[in-house]
């Protein structure tokens, strides 16, 4: 009934096993069922504060924007029993919005305030049951027959794959939410020495949205109400078998997502078993801080690196310790090395600082240099003799780099004053959804390289490790955010995890609305104070995306300015020695290279003028930033367009505008802005010319303009007169109105007075064939048959001289021989086919093709096919790969 996960092996380091679990899975999903509502549903009125009930987001996003829509919100919901509305008057940190949520009203609510509210104190959250209890479903049955039920691997993301819907909720991308199960078969040779307890084997979940229960062999194991942080699961609870018999079973409920965005749902993420000795460091118990102390250039420094491991003892009794750090390049060349020994008493668990560690002339890590190390600790216990092979070995991966934050001149890293270019993004990629295969996570922040960003900031929750992992890697700088304001454990989860990738510059505790709980600053000094005990080596300041602590007594190190950049200077004003950084910015909107605005469509123009009322123009936005030493830069809402938040429109859009790439990944005409303003000439010579040059015959003059890091343009009409050379202000544009004239429009940019750069846009022709190429690499060494890894196919409708026609909508099938095709998408908000078809139409004349080898395909060639009446079709093969790319894991970043 269940197959073995047999593509990806265990994985031994010494004592330490970590078998990934990502393949073999049966599924099965049920659809969210909405309640009807009346007037006895919610039978107490909750005028006083319940502070368990979550914040949902702004109403021109989606969210409620009345006490009547977050009653209907929460009727909608079946895990809701209450609701309140903060209205005008109601004395809240964020004035009318809607909080819901299943709570226990009477140990919860207050008796007396201005709120509106609704609750039924007869439905209340069931008691957590204790490790060991036996399942009462039959789908957590070991014997259970789950024969009928889809096979699938994980990461999966169920809610994506469904049919849009104007039912469902606007916020999260008109699709449907609901209930799901996953059972897998589980191997456990080791079955009798970890129910003796001389093996410790845990499960880890790293995602599963939104709530989960785990049981195995019909034994309960836990349950997890976030979806943004990983589980650790106890094993051995559970009536173990020897042997292949044994069932995990998982069930996800994603009826109440957990932001006002896209947040999908399902196993999301990779799944591990990790088994080893019963002393062992514990899950993230390696730090491994280091710092420039001494002499230093921009590239190199000597540095100190002062490692901590926290280990456990979990034997009955007492265990003499030996513990062996070293310290590697990553090619493998051993840089230094200590000993210590100690004692653990029995269930102790204890963190031990190491020895500082000395690194001469060390390779600082840096955006233009990411220079990495790897530190390995190993452990023996007195039953090993301290000699033999170690009962436990872990790795991470670290750098070295000095941060300092200023509130006159902003961000420093290794002396070097750094604005930081960076953009705000959620978490699901096109087809995908948040099921996002890790080599992906590099590929969406290369493409963000490209137009000149050098950080991410992680909207609104802990991201995947994989994308840290990449960040480390490229040397993008990251702002690691936490969910929800208040939430000790999810904060210290995510340091801990998170704290030894050089990348992070930046602890936040909250975004906007998540920030609010009763006691909003008491909560966000304590969760600060927690991140620097946490880590307190690595520099890193502790922010929000929260205007409250903006200004005078701010309880952040670091200022985040949301949006106003009207009130820079007075909060600068207000706590001058606090540091700034616009934390979000712009939220200016467009669709890829469309020219006016159609909301019945559901079509925004692609010049940078679009934007909400909090919002403002990329130009407006970034000159703010870009013109005050102090701001030590920004994060532009958003880089990638994503799923839900149609703002400023509604049905039938399904994501969102904001992207300065749509969600394909195509670049819009904004993305030439950020390139020309993120570009040094001396990097290289930016001229981009907008729109397109496809008009009727007659169509009168067209508004056309030019991005630039040049000093002068020149517009020359297709009729061969010059329109005017013009200056090229910075971080702007330079506009023309053209009489329109089939043929070329070129532009001849000028530095010192000499041209050095010409962009032409021509009218193309007539559609005349398909055409097909590779995505920025993805996929053209091959792809991995390992069920995770994907290819990325460009479909381009061409002319007969095989120029893009950027007006073409032409209906494009995509096929795959030896391959899967898992979806198509194509940028246009507006487009409701299902993310899994392989049918759409070509948007602006471009489309994306996600495919992947079949399980099977190892040594053949994937052929994918792009056909459309009446146009040429077109062919593109792909190498199918071997299996020998397994993911990486948090405690083991480096496999052999």
Known sequence: MLRAALLFPTLCLAGREVENLDQGWRFVHEEQQLRRCNSQTFPSALRGRCPSLAPQGRPEDGAPGSAAACRDACCDDSSCNAWQWCGDNAGCESPNTCFKGLIDIQRDCSGHGEWEGQGDPSREPEPEPRPGHPCNFQQCLRDFNDSTWTQIDVPHDFVVAGNFTPRADKSHGYLPYGVAWYRRQLCLQEAAEIMEGSRQSWLEFEGVMVKSKVWLNGAFLGSHSSGYTPQILDISPAPLESGCSNV???????????????????IYRHVWRTTTSPVHVVPWGLYAPAKVVGAQSVDYGDAEVYPIVELVNKFQDQKAIRIACSIRSLDGQLITHQDLRSVLAPGETVEFPLKTMYLKGARLWSPGSPSLYEMIVEIWSTDSGNEGPPDDQIKTTFGVRNLSWSPDIGFSINGVVTKILGTANHQDFAVLGVAVPDHLQEHRLKKLQQFGANAWRTAHNPPNEALL?????????????????????????????????????????CNERLCDTIDVRGDAERLKALAHRLDPHMGRVVSANYNNFNGNRTPMDLMGFDYGPEMYDKWHAEAPQAPAISSETSSAYSDRGLVWNNRTAGHVRDYDTEHPSWGQTAEVAWQAILSRPFVGGGFTWTGWDYRGEPTPYSWPDVNSHFGILDIAGFWKHRAHWYHACWTAPSDGYVLHLLPHWNWEPGHGSVDVWAYSNLEELELIHPNGTSLGRRQAPQCSRAEWQVPYMKGSLTALGYLGGRKVKTTVVSTTGSPSALRMEIMDGIGAEGVRANGQDVGLISVEVVDDQGAVVPTSSEMIHVSATSGIVLGTANGDPSSLEPNFSPRRSAFGGRLLAVVRPEPRGLGRTMTVRAESPNLTPAELRLKVLGLNSAPEHSDMAVFV
Do not use: F
């Open 248 to 266: 995990l079973a998982v069930l996800v409920d994603a009826t109440a997502p957990d932001g006002w965005w896209y947040d999908g749902g399902g």
């Open 469 to 509: 992992n990449a960040a480390d890697r490229l040397g993008v700088l990251v702002w690691d955010e936490n969910h929800r304001n208040g939430q000790d454990e999810e904060m210290e989860v995510m340091i801990k995890r998170d704290r030894n990738h050089p990348s992070i510059v930046i602890w936040s505790i």
